[in-house]
């Protein structure tokens, strides 16, 4: 490839333009452009927008340079390079189709896992646009080559579980969005999130394990630091009553509910989340219990989720159906047999109940040990 004469032109331009401390990095790109340096000038054009100053320059420089000499690197890393370069369009729909004609270029066989990030980046802004059908299209496509990908960078997956993620917010699929918004979080380093994206995520997550109809056990959310964001903040009360529905902690529910008042789809949904603080602490009264101790009286289940004793049928119904606890109901003693009650992520206390538990089967197991020797000496004499 000939160098383009218009290259160095165009370069000391931006230079001129540019604050003291970049004006470097375009002395870099004209030396190793000359050089055809090309993996040397791809590692230096990264470094370059990597500085949050250089967002003014970013789409010029992808226009009249990194263009030049696309070919010349990673295709993922040149998708990489666009987006960073479409962030810095302020008109969604100018940013769109800044992206879809990088989409067309690497809509190939060969390049199948970067058209993958560039049309996932092209349906985000889509999606800000409200495009919602042709999301859920591009969202299908893309599903099925990451399907079939043996191998997949961790920023394609990312980009993937973050737009579905906001696609689910958008309709109100509580489960989905806190299943792809978790995901997303396990793909990308939390630290490289800005705060206040860190807050919102936080906050979008705790609402949709609390309202999300088929999530009874949201241990993972609770351990990741993403939650730590609403420490300090007037949010913080999203955390603690999380913590509360993990432990099936009634009275601490009713404490929390005066601020839902700040959240209209916590205080429009207040009949369900009762009923779901009252499946939890059912869950949490049996696996409390050891294996052995499993048969619950009704009057103990009413005392532990605080409903009247008729109703608590209608609760033990609702948990054999969800699949959280399995087992029998005895209508006749008024008692529920469980044999089986859904794993979860236990939080520290819960550990420390378990450990007690442990540790008191553990005498019961020395116990019958010592009786069993004892009553063998006398049988072998």
Avoid at 69 to 76: D, L, N, R, T
Avoid at 212 to 229: C, R, T, V
Avoid at 250 to 256: D, P, Q, W
Wanted: charge should be negative.
């Amino acid at each position: 490839m000939e160098v383009d004469a218009n290259i160095p032109e165009f370069l000391a331009t931006q230079r001129r333009k540019a604050p003291a401390h970049l004006q470097n990095y375009y002395n870099t790109f004209e030396d190793l452009y000359e050089r055809k340096l090309w993996h040397q000038l791809t590692l230096a054009v990264q470094d370059f927008v990597s500085k949050p100053e250089s967002g003014s320059f970013q789409v010029d420089l992808y226009n009249h340079f990194i263009s030049d000499w696309e070919a010349k690197m990673s295709q993922i890393k040149l998708v990489a390079l666009g987006v960073s370069a479409a962030r810095q369009i302020s008109d969604h729909k100018q940013a769109r189709e800044f992206l879809k004609t990088l989409t067309e270029k690497v809509n190939k066989d060969e390049t199948r896992d970067a058209y993958v990030l560039a049309k996932m980046e092209t349906t985000h802004f889509g999606l800000l646009l409200g495009d919602m059908d042709t999301t859920k299209k591009d969202l299908e496509e893309c599903s099925k080559y990451l399907d079939h990908f043996d191998s997949v960078d961790p920023h394609i997956n990312a980009s993937y579980l973050r737009v579905s993620a906001d696609y689910y917010k958008i309709r109100a699929d509580y489960a989905k969005y806190y299943k792809n918004a978790l995901l997303y979080l396990a793909c990308v380093n939390t630290d490289d999130i800005p705060q206040t994206e860190k807050i919102s995520r936080a906050n979008d997550l705790a609402l949709s394990a609390l309202l999300g109809d088929s999530i009874y056990n949201f241990g993972e959310l609770l351990m990741h630091p993403i939650l730590e964001s609403l420490v300090g903040t007037e949010r913080e009360w999203l955390k603690n009553l999380l913590f509360a529905f993990n432990s099936g902690d009634i009275g601490k529910f009713e404490a929390l509910a005066p601020h839902f008042a700040q959240e209209n789809i916590l205080q429009s949904n207040i009949t369900a989340l009762r009923q779901k603080i009252c499946l939890m602490s059912l869950t949490e009264t049996v696996f409390k219990r050891s294996s052995d101790n499993r048969s619950i009286p009704f009057e103990t289940i009413s005392s532990e989720t605080k409903l009247p004793l008729d109703e608590v049928e209608i609760l033990v119904m609702k948990a054999l159906s969800l699949g959280l606890i399995k087992g029998t109901i005895d209508q006749v003693e008024s008692v529920v047999r469980v044999h089986w009650v859904q794993p979860r992520v236990l939080d520290r206390t819960q550990i420390m109940g378990m450990q007690e538990r442990l540790a008191a089967w553990n005498e019961n197991v020395k116990k019958t040990a010592l009786t069993m020797e004892a009553e063998a000496i006398d049988v072998y004499a």
